[in-house]
Nanobody
Framework: QVQLVEAGGGLVQAGGSLRLSCVAS????????MGWFRQAPGKEREFVAG????????KYADSVKGRFTISRENAKNTVYLQMNSVKPEDTAVYYC???WGLGSVPQSRNEYPYWGQGTQVTVSS
């Protein structure tokens, strides 16, 4: 099994920056995708960003393109989400996800079997 632990959430003013991190432990000896989803109050959980094993392929939701950057350090089993120019609508619980495999970065929540517990991000206006 795999355990995912997120960190870095908190309160930030609109226009500011925040960096989330997520460390994977357990069965991490194979290649895998990592990514982030988020869920705002009263809304569906949505894809934010994903990255492949080598880090040379990434996907972003249209709402965060140009503002958020996903990256990873495989030696540390860690994925990051750099959030710049944040907006109040970015307020949500952010979840780290993991899926074994190669190929195109998955963007559907059903494609990720492993989820972290979530970290709250609140953007004040």
């Amino acid at each position: 099994q795999v355990q995912l632990v997120e960190a870095g959430g908190g309160l930030v003013q609109a226009g500011g920056s925040l960096r989330l991190s997520c460390v994977a432990s357990g069965r991490t000896s194979s290649v895998y995708f990592m990514g982030w989803f988020r869920q705002a109050p009263g809304k569906e959980r949505e894809f934010v960003a994903g990255i492949n094993w080598s880090g040379d392929s990434t996907k972003y939701a249209d709402s965060v393109k140009g503002r958020f950057t996903i990256s990873r350090e495989n030696a540390k089993n860690t994925v990051y989400l750099q959030m710049n120019s944040v907006k109040p609508e970015d307020t949500a619980v952010y979840y780290c996800v993991l899926r074994w495999g190669l190929g195109s970065v998955p963007q559907s929540r059903n494609e990720y079997p492993y989820w972290g517990q979530g970290t709250q991000v609140t953007v004040s206006s």
